[in-house]
T-cell receptor, first 115, second 114 residues
Framework: QKEVEQDPGPLSVPEGAIVSLNCTYS??????FMWYRQYSRKGPELLMY????GNKEDGRFTAQVDKSSKYISLFIRDSQPSDSATYLC???????????????FGQGTILTVHP | GAVVSQHPSWVICKSGTSVKIECRSL??????MFWYRQFPKQSLMLMAT?????????EQGVEKDKFLINHASLTLSTLTVTSAHPEDSSFYIC??????????FGPGTRLTVL
């Protein structure tokens, strides 16, 4: 079993739709949760990060963490064609300080938002 | 967020040659950098942790003699793929963590070994 599971999709939605992307994990020691967006042939770009359970909102993006269920989500409201990319969840055992944590990534979900 | 650059962005080489990839942190000093490899339609796999002034730490299954890492300064880490073979063709990406443990990724280097 992989430490982080993410449905690879592909996921295709119409412009304006609400997108829900999800990851589950098995290691309860993960403390730090991130979502990255990766366009084709580019490096991942950090979208959001959070340490705690609950919701965190940034513009059209909302990250949700449920540590009791070991489940994280990213919601995209009013999706745009420019949101078409691969979305990767990532997790780390460490939460700051000088012990830089190694990231464990999900497989990535390919999202296409069509006009 | 941090700005990370990589050079080259794209390289093609013949089998048996060595290729050096540079990763630079442009706006802050980094004692640690990470190197990842990503095959088509797959996720990022951590290869090694680059430590300034000391030896790199390699993940299980990664050959340290094949993937040489040098972290010569607080802003530069290099990955050298020695005696490259076609199976080494991949997308190599570095990342730099800031003090909150947030990692910022470079744009990646696409290596094709013929």
């Amino acid at each position: 079993q992989k430490e982080v599971e993410q449905d690879p999709g592909p996921l295709s939605v119409p412009e304006g739709a609400i997108v829900s992307l999800n990851c589950t994990y098995s290691n309860s020691a993960f403390q730090y949760f991130m979502w990255y967006r990766q366009y084709s042939r580019k490096g991942p770009e950090l979208l959001m990060y959070t340490y705690s359970s609950g919701n965190k909102e940034d513009g059209r993006f909302t990250a949700q963490v449920d540590k009791s269920s070991k489940y994280i989500s990213l919601f995209i409201r009013d999706s745009q064609p420019s949101d078409s990319a691969t979305y990767l969840c990532a997790m780390s055992l460490y939460a700051g300080g000088t012990s830089y944590g190694k990231l464990t990534f999900g497989q990535g979900t390919i999202l296409t938002v069509h006009p | 967020g941090a700005v990370v650059s990589q050079h080259p962005s794209w390289v093609i080489c013949k089998s048996g040659t060595s290729v050096k990839i540079e990763c630079r942190s442009l706006d802050f000093q980094a004692t640690t950098m990470f190197w990842y490899r990503q095959f088509p339609k797959q996720s990022l796999m951590l290869m090694a942790t680059s430590n300034e002034g000391s030896k790199a730490t390699y993940e299980q299954g990664v050959e340290k003699d094949k993937f040489l890492i040098n972290h010569a300064s607080l802003t530069l880490s290099t990955l050298t793929v020695t005696s490259a073979h076609p199976e080494d063709s991949s997308f190599y990406i570095c990342s730099v963590p800031d003090r909150t443990d947030t990692q910022y990724f470079g744009p990646g280097t696409r290596l094709t070994v013929l």
